[in-house]
Structure formats: C-alpha cells, structure tokens
Nanobody, 121 residues
Framework: QVQLVESGGGLVQAGGSLRLSCVASGSIFSCNHMGWYRQAPGKQRELVADIPTSGPTYYAGSVKGRFTISRDNAKNTVYLQMNSLKPEDTAVYYC???????????????WGQGTQVTVSS
C-alpha cells in the first residue's frame, strides 16, 4: 500500500521560513510528478508547486521567487522550502504524487493527509 506522509508544518511569523517534507512509502515501482497543493479556509485547493521526473518545475504566481520545490528520487521524497512567508500563505498543505505501484501497469494520483502552515502577522 502506498502512502504519502508530510511533515514540517507549523506556526511562523511573517517573513519567516518553513520546510515541508513528504515521503512516499510502500510498494512503489516509480514516481513521476510530485507536488504540493494548499487549501485555505473557505477556498478551493490550489496547486502551489510541482516537479516532474524531468523538465521544468511549476510554481503558482503567488509563490514564485519565495518557494522552492525539490525532490530526492532515491528516497521518494519531495520538499518545499518556503521563505518570506506571508499571512496569506496560511493553509493546509497537501503532498501529491503520481505513483505506479509495484505490480501495476499504470500511475495513480496519491495524496498526503495534509500539514497545517500558519503565518502570523
């Protein structure tokens, strides 16, 4: 069974930094894209950043220049370094990945349970 587990959320003052981590575990054959979404209260879930196996990364305009996504393929781990945090970055952050489980022929989209990020002004 494949699972995504996030860590690294918390409370930080505006201007501060946090680093989120997400580890994919279980019977994994391969992992293509990995990314981060967020959902603030009363708002729709939005894509923050995504990193494919190869090719350019994607950043939402609101975080470009402040957030950096990276991955360690050997560890099936994706990171989100968040700098210059703003109160509007407050949300639950979800890890998302396209994973092909061992013994399967196709990729499936997986989600983590979410980690709270709160930025105080």
């Amino acid at each position: 069974q494949v699972q995504l587990v996030e860590s690294g959320g918390g409370l930080v003052q505006a201007g501060g930094s946090l680093r989120l981590s997400c580890v994919a575990s279980g019977s994994i054959f391969s992992c293509n894209h990995m990314g981060w979404y967020r959902q603030a209260p009363g708002k729709q879930r939005e894509l923050v950043a995504d990193i494919p196996t190869s090719g350019p990364t994607y950043y939402a305009g609101s975080v470009k220049g402040r957030f950096t996504i990276s991955r360690d393929n050997a560890k099936n781990t994706v990171y989100l370094q968040m700098n210059s945090l703003k109160p509007e970055d407050t949300a639950v952050y979800y890890c998302n990945a396209g994973i092909r489980p061992s013994g399967r022929d196709s990729y499936r989209n997986y989600w983590g349970q979410g980690t709270q990020v709160t930025v105080s002004s």
